[in-house]
């Protein structure tokens, strides 16, 4: 209900309970009263009024908005001066070896052979999370940070005797600010 109407609808009745307590005829009765002093109405008025204000305060206090009681916001405490997060250095002397062996297989138009790669490298950063190692530009292994060794193994058949096996692996430092620069390094071994 909007306010407007509300204070409409509590107006209509503080006119029809003064009435009433006033003891307002609605028309003159015939009976004649003998003219003596007429009773004393003030008091019974004063506290129909008292009633009624109180009434209309109450009506008007419900129609308000409920103040709610906000929370005050959280203390955040400014964000520390702290360097600007950098890049991390590239790793350095990416080196490997591999061999390629012959596993006994039960057919002689299928070889099976498993390739090993032994990679080594220098960690030159000191801020890394992590270091993203490539084989053929697919990624092979995150490694955790300050790793400086990885062992790649890979079983296949081919129905080569004597195949030759290459792998191109490609390792970056990285950190929430982004990636260092790409080292590559080729490897490959001849399979006996």
């Not at 950063?125 to 490539?134: D, H, I, Q, V, Y």
């Amino acid at each position: 209900m909007n306010r407007n109407r509300a204070l409409g609808l509590t107006l209509v009745i503080f006119v029809i309970l003064a009435c009433t307590v006033t003891g307002s005829p609605a028309a003159p009765t015939a009976i004649s009263v003998p003219p003596t002093t007429a009773p004393d109405m003030s008091a019974a008025t004063q506290q129909a009024q008292d009633q009624m204000a109180t009434f209309v305060a109450l009506t008007v206090a419900a129609q308000q908005p409920v103040a709610t009681e906000t929370s005050a916001p959280p203390l955040v405490e400014p964000p520390t001066a702290t360097a600007a997060l950098s890049l991390p250095n590239a790793p350095a002397n990416l080196v490997g070896s591999a061999s390629c062996t012959k596993v006994v297989a039960n057919s002689y138009t299928v070889y099976k052979f498993v390739f090993v790669a032994n990679l080594t490298w220098e960690d030159r950063s000191g801020n890394e999370t992590a270091f993203e190692l490539l084989k053929d530009g697919k990624l092979l292994a995150t490694l955790d940070a300050d790793t400086t060794t990885y062992k790649d193994v890979l079983t296949f058949t081919t129905p080569y005797k004597r195949p030759t096996q290459m792998a191109l692996y490609t390792i970056q430092a990285i950190n929430a600010a982004g990636k260092s620069e790409a080292v590559e390094l080729s490897v490959s071994a001849n399979c006996r």
